[in-house]
C-alpha cells in the first residue's frame, strides 16, 4: 500500500468515526428540546431538509427525477418518518441510550432479509448473535420484566419497533441509490428528508400538536440535531462507507450506539450498575456479528 492509499484509507476511516460520533448526540438534543416526540422528529428531518438544500444549491447537484423514483423516496420518507416517531418517543420513555441500541437491532433484520430474499449465506456467528442479543438486552433493561414500569415496557417496545422501521428505511434507501446512479447522497437525501418532514407534519396537524418551539435551548438543540445529525453527519459516513471493508464500517458504526449510552449515563444520570454495563457489551457485541454474520451468494 502506497502512502498516499495509507493516508485516503485512514482519512476516510476518520470519516466515519467522525460520522458517528455526531450521530451519536441525536438523542441528547432530542431530550434536551422541550417539545414532543414528534415535532422533535419533524423538525430534525425540516432543518436537515433546509441544510441539504443550500449544499446541494451550492454544488449545483439538481435533476429531474422520475415518477417511479418519487414514488420510492415517499416511500423511504415514510419508513423514516415511522422510524424517528418511534425512536423520539422511545427516548422520552427509557432514555437516548437504550434507546439507540434496540434501534441498531435492525442489523438482523436486515441479514435476515438478504438471506431470505436475496440468497446471502449465512455464518455460524450470525445464529449466535441472536441469542447474544437477547441476553444482552436482558442484563440492560433488568432481569424481571413484570417488575418494569409500563411507561418502561412501552419505550422497549418503541425501540424494538424503531428497528423494523429503520430496517424498512435502509432497504428502500439502497434501492434508490442503486437505481439513481446520476443522484448524489445529497440530493436523495434531501427528497427524502422533505418527504419525511411531510409526513411527520400531517401527523402532528392531524393530532392537534403544536409547531412552537418554547424557549432557546430547545431551538438550540434543535438546529444541533438537524445539522449534525441528519445532514453533516450522514453526510461523512455516506461518502467514505463503500470505500472501507463493510466488516471494518460495522465496528467503527459501533462508536454511535455505545456513545449515545455513555451520554445518557454521564448527561442525564442514567442509573447503571455492572450488569447493565455487561448487558451493553454483550449487546454491541451481538451487534457487530449481526452486522458481519451474512454474505453474498457463493
Excluded at 450521530?23 to 415535532?39: E, N, Q
Excluded at 423514483?69 to 422520552?92: K, T, V, Y
Excluded at 438546529?223 to 461518502?239: K, V, Y
Aim: glycine content about 8%; hydrophobic content about 55%.
Amino acid at each position: 500500500m502506497t502512502p498516499n492509499h495509507s493516508f485516503l484509507r485512514h482519512s476516510e476511516i476518520l470519516q466515519v468515526l467522525l460520522g458517528a460520533f455526531l450521530i451519536s448526540f441525536s438523542g441528547v438534543w432530542v431530550k434536551l428540546a422541550d417539545v414532543p416526540p414528534t415535532a422533535s422528529a419533524f423538525y430534525r428531518v425540516f432543518l436537515g431538509f433546509i441544510f441539504l438544500l443550500i449544499a446541494c444549491l451550492w454544488r449545483r447537484d439538481f435533476m429531474k427525477p422520475t415518477a417511479g423514483r418519487l414514488s420510492l423516496i415517499a416511500l423511504c420518507g415514510l419508513f423514516f418518518a415511522l422510524d424517528l416517531f418511534c425512536w423520539h418517543a422511545s427516548i422520552r420513555y427509557i432514555g437516548p441510550g437504550l434507546a439507540t441500541i434496540l434501534g441498531n437491532f435492525q442489523v438482523f433484520i436486515l441479514a435476515m432479509t438478504g438471506i431470505l430474499l436475496y440468497g446471502e449465506r449465512i455464518r455460524p456467528r450470525f445464529l449466535l448473535a441472536i441469542p447474544l442479543a437477547l441476553s444482552g438486552l436482558f442484563l440492560v433493561v433488568g432481569i424481571s420484566w413484570n417488575a418494569l414500569s409500563a411507561d418502561y415496557r412501552t419505550g422497549v417496545y418503541l425501540g424494538l419497533a424503531t428497528a423494523v422501521c429503520y430496517s424498512g428505511f435502509l432497504l428502500t434507501l439502497r434501492k434508490i441509490q442503486a437505481d439513481g446512479r446520476s443522484y448524489s447522497f445529497f440530493f436523495a437525501l434531501m427528497l427524502i428528508s422533505l418527504s419525511c418532514s411531510v409526513f411527520l407534519g400531517a401527523r402532528m396537524i392531524i393530532a392537534g400538536d403544536s409547531f412552537a418551539i418554547p424557549d432557546l435551548g430547545s431551538l438550540v438543540s434543535l438546529i444541533n440535531l438537524g445539522l449534525f445529525s441528519q445532514t453533516i453527519g450522514w453526510a461523512l459516513i455516506a461518502n467514505a462507507m463503500p470505500k472501507i471493508r463493510a466488516s471494518f464500517t460495522g465496528l467503527i458504526l459501533l462508536v454511535q450506539p455505545s456513545l449515545a449510552f455513555v451520554w445518557d449515563v454521564l448527561f442525564f444520570r442514567r442509573p447503571t450498575d455492572l450488569l447493565n454495563w455487561t448487558g451493553v457489551i454483550i449487546t454491541l457485541t451481538a451487534i457487530y456479528l449481526g452486522l458481519t454474520g451474512s454474505r453474498g451468494k457463493e
